[in-house]
């Protein structure tokens, strides 16, 4: 079992060292999100929330076409996760209704020569409101993406080179009956983790 995030007293402010937080608001944006600490008694979970935003700061001087996305993603890794013995992403949570994306993060083989971005790949994480879900899926199920968007191509993730994950929030979109529109988000994470299920 590999671990990308898990909460617990004696190690939960240095998890939160590893991720950072990013949002439409480096863009002329105005949606904002906090990853913080929730200390439960006997055990912790870290709280992804914030509030998602279609507006645009007025007079910005990026061109957007979208608002409304916040994301928590892992720090680069030293060298890379190879998951290559798993089969599946499952994620300890507790969520407000919305369909939140879960994104892997490769090294770049499927862009450009010459561009910076790592090659993501995402798949949607629904969960139930109020109550811890364990969510699973298959690495089989993530898609290949470039800025949001699937990739219309027969590609397949290399498991042994992973950069990094992320957690991230859009304001439209999702899968049938989640919550979506502007507004309060809040996701809570007890842990992220790698399994084998075959």
Same mark, same amino acid.
């Given at each position: 079992?590999?671990?990308?995030?898990?909460?617990?007293?004696? %190690?939960?402010?240095?998890?939160?060292?590893?991720? #950072?937080?990013?949002?439409?608001?480096?863009?002329?944006? &105005?949606?904002?999100?906090?990853?913080?600490?929730? $200390?439960?008694?006997?055990?912790?979970?870290?709280?992804? /929330? !914030?509030?998602?935003?279609?507006?645009?700061?007025?007079?910005?001087?990026? +061109?957007?076409?979208?608002?409304?996305?916040?994301?928590?993603?892992? +720090?680069?890794? =030293? !060298?890379?996760? =190879?998951?290559?013995?798993?089969?599946?992403?499952?994620? @300890? &949570?507790?969520? $407000? !209704? @919305?369909? *939140?994306?879960?994104?892997? *993060?490769?090294?770049?083989?499927?862009?450009?020569?010459?561009?910076?971005?790592?090659?993501?790949?995402? /798949?949607?994480?629904?969960?139930?409101?109020?109550?811890?879900?364990?969510?699973?899926?298959?690495?089989? #199920? *993530? &898609?290949?993406?470039?800025?949001?968007?699937?990739?219309?191509?027969?590609?397949?993730?290399?498991? %042994?080179?992973?950069?990094?994950?992320?957690?991230?929030?859009?304001?439209?979109?999702?899968?049938?009956?989640?919550? %979506?529109?502007?507004?309060?988000?809040?996701?809570?994470? =007890?842990?992220?983790?790698?399994?084998?299920?075959?």
């Amino acid at each position: 079992m590999a671990s990308f995030f898990e909460c617990n007293q004696k %190690s939960s402010k240095e998890e939160l060292k590893k991720w #950072h937080l990013y949002s439409d608001s480096e863009y002329g944006g &105005l949606s904002s999100a906090s990853l913080e600490i929730k $200390d439960n008694g006997d055990k912790s979970s870290g709280v992804f /929330s !914030g509030n998602l935003s279609l507006d645009v700061e007025e007079g910005t001087k990026w +061109k957007i076409t979208r608002s409304g996305f916040c994301g928590m993603r892992s +720090k680069k890794f =030293d !060298g890379f996760i =190879d998951l290559e013995a798993y089969d599946t992403i499952a994620l @300890r &949570l507790k969520g $407000d !209704g @919305r369909c *939140y994306i879960s994104t892997i *993060y490769t090294e770049n083989w499927v862009n450009s020569p010459g561009q910076l971005e790592d090659n993501s790949w995402q /798949s949607f994480v629904f969960v139930p409101k109020d109550n811890w879900y364990i969510a699973k899926i298959p690495l089989a #199920h *993530y &898609l290949p993406t470039w800025r949001g968007n699937v990739i219309d191509a027969k590609l397949e993730m290399n498991p %042994s080179r992973i950069l990094g994950m992320s957690l991230s929030v859009n304001a439209e979109g999702g899968v049938p009956g989640a919550k %979506s529109g502007p507004g309060d988000f809040r996701l809570e994470v =007890d842990w992220i983790k790698a399994l084998r299920t075959e």
